[in-house]
């Protein structure tokens, strides 16, 4: 079975950093693009980031870039996402997502079949 589990989310200030934990399990890392998502209320889920399995690659989109970073733990079949210089208009429900796709830039929705439950992050101005 397949399980991506999202930590770490919390209440924060504005300017402050949080570090959100994606625990995956039940398909071959390596070999999968993990991707994270936000989706604010009333909002589309939309992708930030995402980190190709063999290579470990990043991609931001430039709304995050410079202010977030995207890592991974093969051996725990980990992935982070350090969230730098928040923003009120970060709060959101954050997602961590799986993709067979191994190319870069997955941050669509459609390249991802399976997906965690989200964490909130909230940023108080």
């Known amino acids: 079975e397949v399980q991506l589990v999202e930590s770490g989310g919390g209440l924060v200030q504005t300017g402050g950093s949080l570090r959100l934990s994606c625990a995956t399990s039940?398909?071959?890392?390596?070999?999968?693009?993990i991707g994270w998502f936000r989706q604010a209320p009333g909002k589309e889920r939309e992708g930030l980031s995402c980190i190709s399995g063999s290579r470990g690659s990043p991609y931001y989109v430039d709304s995050v870039k410079g202010r977030f970073t995207i890592s991974k733990d093969n051996a725990r079949n980990m992935v982070y996402l350090q969230m730098y210089i928040l923003k009120p208009e970060d709060t959101a429900v954050y997602y961590c997502?799986?993709?067979?796709?191994?190319?870069?830039?997955?941050?669509?929705?459609?390249?991802?079949?399976?997906w965690g439950q989200g964490t909130q992050v909230t940023v108080s101005s």
């Open positions: 039940g398909f071959p890392f390596d070999d999968y693009t």
């Open positions: 997502a799986a993709s067979a796709y191994t190319g870069t830039a997955a941050t669509s929705r459609g390249f991802y079949a399976y």
